[in-house]
């Protein structure tokens, strides 16, 4: 087998696993002045068991709505026009909106950009992260509060039963975005999709929560789709990554192959972008 085939290939695949998540042929419309666009074109990706797989593009590329597709919550604006979205072997397009709700949370979960505009700024840290057991399994949120915890502390948050009584605002941005994982991570579900979750951290703190993410993956098989515009985020964290651009996925590859042999013009273009990964501050940082 050549170094190429070799760097491009998914173990899981060829083990005929069936993924985690398979988006075919994905087709978003938005409206604008009530004329429907075509914003997002033909998108196919799959993550596979236990995989990392990051989306990257610049702002506008179509990577966030195809992402909020997969989980049946587009704006009202937009709507899906064409394609299938399998979650294992559930056809996601095809749930009643009473059936998402079981699924979103139970099965495939979101992680926002912005954790501080997520969370409730007059609910205790520790109720937001035990809700989604609550409502799922309707127990009452006093009795998982030690659920809570025992999540927190999952996540690396130091003096977990003094950090669950305390208000987002008393929690670092780092803090915050630990928290955030954790609601996601409360009914251990299948899928993770994190929208850009390390945008408005510091180097440091971004560091961290991407060991987060490899950490919670190799421990639990959770698979995760990254959406990221940071081609040196992808290249700490993902094992598999899709390039869009305009709407269209227009490279897809390992990360190792990504990095080594960028086949089109604007994949080489974000790598010339891209500061070193090697500079002394990401060596610290990591």
Known sequence: M?????????????????????????????????VWTS???????????????????????????????????LPKQARVAKGSVML???DVLAQSDKAMRDLRGNRM?????DAMQSLNPTMRVGLQVAEPISLHRGTPLKSVAAAAVKLLE??????????????????????????MIAMGLALAP??????????????????????LLRDIRDASG???????HDLGVVAELCDWVYVM????????GSVARIFTDPRQDYTQMLLAATPSLHSPLTKEAI
């Open 222 to 228: 959770t698979s995760i789709l990254f959406i990221t």
């Open 245 to 252: 651009r305009h709407g269209r996925i227009v490279e897809q």
């Open 2 to 34: 050549s170094v190429e085939n070799h760097h491009d290939r998914r173990v899981h695949e060829e083990e005929g696993k069936r993924p985690t998540l398979e988006v075919r042929d994905l087709n978003i419309e938005f409206s604008r002045r009530r």
């Open 39 to 73: 914003v997002v074109h033909d998108v196919s990706l799959k993550v596979m068991p236990g995989e990392i797989v990051g989306v990257i593009g610049e702002s506008g590329s179509g990577k966030t709505l195809s992402a909020l597709a997969a989980l049946r919550l």
């Open 109 to 113: 979960a979101l992680i926002p950009q």
């Open 88 to 90: 294992g072997d559930v």
């Open 154 to 179: 999952t996540v690396g948050i130091t003096r977990p039963e003094l950090r669950a009584r305390a208000f987002p605002h008393q929690f670092s941005g780092g803090m915050q975005q630990r928290a």
């Open 190 to 211: 299948d899928l993770l999709i994190a929208d850009e979750p390390t945008t408005a951290l510091d180097v440091t703190v971004q560091a961290q929560v991407l060991k």
